[in-house]
């Protein structure tokens, strides 16, 4: 009995709860001038979560935030209300869900809306994340960050169309 209780608590140790932090469209083009949405998502399937932090960090020079919003974001308390700089190209969020936590695949966080300003490929990354375990603890379960990667192309020309004058 020992011996197995032994075992069971080291399979127990070794199993790993993972947890995500997304970004969704993980891609796309998009025009300069044009906006375009790009959540952020939490995916803890295995394992409840009951905080979440990070920061989207953006190129400034080639994409500015317009907005952001928290609607249809799972519920749950802002422990500090999204903020942004567009100086920086940074965005900061920290929120915390009530007991039970959450546990699922597709937890809105946020919604950024951003501007094309310039031509070119836009890496957006998240960093200094942390998705806490409901377990008493605060165990950190991140293990990874998906970033996304936009491509803001040249606005289409539509001339006026011609006039004739007779």
Do not use: C, H
């Not at 140790?13 to 469209?25: C, D, E, I």
């Amino acid at each position: 009995v020992i011996l197995l209780s032994a075992f069971y608590f080291l399979l127990s140790v070794l199993v790993v709860q993972a947890a995500v932090l997304y970004l969704s469209p993980a891609s796309g083009d998009f025009t300069v001038g044009g906006n375009f949405t790009v959540a952020v998502y939490v995916s803890s399937p295995d394992q409840a979560m009951n905080a979440v932090q990070g920061t989207v960090n953006f190129p400034p020079d080639r994409l500015e935030v317009i907005s952001l919003s928290k609607s249809g974001s799972l519920p749950n308390l802002w422990v500090r209300e999204p903020s942004f700089s567009n100086v920086a190209g940074a965005i900061q969020f920290e929120k915390v869900y009530l007991n039970p936590g959450f546990t699922g695949s597709n937890g809105k966080i946020l919604l950024i809306t951003f501007r094309g300003k310039q031509t070119g490929k836009a890496s957006i990354g998240i960093t200094d994340g942390l998705v806490l375990a409901n377990d008493g603890l605060g165990t950190d379960i991140l293990t990874e960050t998906k970033a996304g990667v936009y491509v803001i192309i040249p606005k289409k020309f539509n001339p006026s169309p011609a006039t004739s004058t007779n």
